[in-house]
């Protein structure tokens, strides 16, 4: 069994695995051509038209927290399968994690979705728009892991805010040297 910064090391090489141009074996450092399932992937990288895709993975805890952004056009946003559309790419991008995952560390990676992916479709000119999708993932074997919760950080944040606003006014500690009373 792998230890957690073992599964989190195989997890950050095979997310790096998928670089720009891992598409194609000429492009690539090993000779092994790595589809992801990215729209960047259609066509030579050098020669045709590029859609600006890609991915990242943040690690909080025993979740995979999966990042996708996209260029799309307003056809594709008005298509009623859009979100389907970016719940396939989610499902293909963790389809390459398992297997590059696999091939990197020679252990399996579970990852099960936790809840439907978080879509915002932004728009920067009549031609130009695109996607930020985020998806959660539960990490199988993690069970040395604490999960992240939200609430302990505000706690503690207010507790610091109101100590530090204690340090002011009557209640303040007043240095030595000073010699008013009243």
Do not use: C
Not at 59 to 81: A, C, M, P, W
Not at 154 to 175: H, M, T, Y
């Amino acid at each position: 069994m792998a230890t957690v910064y073992e599964i989190i090391q195989g997890i950050n090489q095979a997310a790096a695995n998928a670089h720009d141009g891992a598409h194609d074996e000429k492009y690539s450092y090993d000779g092994k051509a790595r589809k992801v399932g990215l729209k960047r992937e259609e066509g030579d990288s050098i020669i045709d038209s590029r859609v600006m895709d890609g991915f990242k993975v943040k690690i909080h805890g025993d979740k995979l927290v999966l990042n996708y952004q996209s260029e799309i056009t307003l056809k594709d946003f008005h298509n009623r399968n859009f979100e389907d559309d970016v719940e396939d790419t989610f499902n293909d991008i963790v389809k390459y994690l398992k297997k590059e995952y696999k091939s990197v560390t020679k252990n399996t990676l579970t990852l099960t979705s936790q809840g439907d992916a978080d879509i915002h479709a932004q728009s920067m000119s009549r031609k130009r728009n695109w996607v930020q999708a985020t998806k959660t993932y539960k990490i199988g074997n993690m069970g040395e892991t604490e999960p992240v919760t939200e609430e302990s950080s505000e706690d503690r944040l207010d507790d610091a805010v109101k100590k530090w606003l204690a340090l002011s006014g009557e209640n303040a500690k007043k240095p030595q040297n000073v010699s008013i009373k009243g």
